[in-house]
């Protein structure tokens, strides 16, 4: 047993410059540090980021309340999480904050890991031999992640399933990004280079003009690496979805449920789609089933509809709602929930899909928070410091296992 003999919380920023939390974790003979992200097409089931009076209101709740914190086993992660949803006291920490309590338990986690001289994720897997998910990036995208006249659709998503290993998986989604910017600029000599807040190209383009692109991107690099490369979309539906249809406003295009069944169909056939995340409201279970049922080996996967909730995950296998699912730990609070939701989500057979927050951080631990729940693929972006940070330490625990 490692105690934890000290913790400290501190306001912090993310990527895109919105508050947050930072946690520190102290055991003896280690330590852990974590940093909450922070989504902004945020699902309206997930746990509230912040409390309304913000990072000084959730600190002093944590700091009037050290004495229930300290002493508690950093490795034993439900007793952590037990003891912040009660001191948060609701169902979706508005009192502390998700930021707070995600801060905290993966900043636990790693306590626990310093101390023992292990890799996280060996907190998370024990000795079990750790599988290296596949990167999917986004390359192009609009919608609530960048500007005016950028695509409806939020993300175009690329991930290498042909490569051999996760350094030159690394390689193959940083040489579509790069071909995906030359085929912008042929198009569009005007093109600033303007980039969401991922790091995917935000241009002035219909969702129909960026299919094209990515498409071609992909055969050109596919062709030149001779590695299969699989074509995704993020419709981030609860963004489009007003008054009952779905709205694109960059093509003026309205779509009743029906209609957009239809669409994301076509799509999936004319772009030959491996993946497909929300492309109904995160209230549109049935959608989602009806979907499922009529499409084959295309992954469905639902973000803002389960929120890494396993009681919302219950109801949607029970209606065969999807095949996927977005396992983001700050839609729920904490560690020990969000691997809750991954064992029920892989022990019904659907594909987990470890993923970033729009705002980031510079943590790496996505890395081993992705490979603990056992994820397919890890969504976490292709350029930028925050988006890095992940890649490179999948890429360091890859060539610990090699040695
Ligand atoms: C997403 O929708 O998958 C996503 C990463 O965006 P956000 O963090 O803004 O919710
Ligand atoms: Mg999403």
Known sequence: MVEIIDFKIRPAFTSRGDPTLEAEVI??????RATSPMGASAGKNEAVHLPKGGPKASIEILVSNRNRIIGIDAGDLKALS???????????????GA?????????????????????????????EKPTIPYPLGNVLGGGKHAGKGSPDIQEFLVTPLGAPNIVEAIKVNLEVHKKVRSIIEERDPTFTGGKGDEGAWAPKMTDEEAF???????????????YKIGFGIDMASSSLWENG????????KILTPEEQLAY????????????????FHEEDFESFSELTKKIKDVVIVGDDLFVTNVARLERGIKMNAANGVILKVNQVGTLYDALLFSKLAIDNGYKVIASHRSGDTWDHHLAHIAIGAKAWLIKTGIV????????????????????
């Open 27 to 32: 055991v003896r003979g280690g330590k852990g």
């Open 82 to 96: 037990d003891t912040l949803k009660d001191i948060d006291g609701t169902e979706k920490f508005e009192n502390i």
């Open 99 to 127: 930021a707070a309590a995600y801060a905290i338990t993966v900043a636990s986690a790693e306590a626990e890991a310093d101390s023992r001289g292990v890799p996280m994720y060996e907190v998370l897997i024990g000795k």
């Open 212 to 226: 094209e692109v990515v498409e071609k991107a992909i055969d050109h690099v596919s062709r030149e690496l001779g």
């Open 245 to 252: 249809k779905y709205v694109y406003r960059r093509k003026g």
């Open 264 to 279: 994301v169909e076509d799509l999936v056939k004319r772009y030959n789609l491996i993946y497909v995340e929300d492309p």
């Open 384 to 403: 930028g410091g925050e988006r890095m940070s992940k890649l490179m330490e999948l890429c360091r625990i890859w060539e610990g296992l090699q040695e």
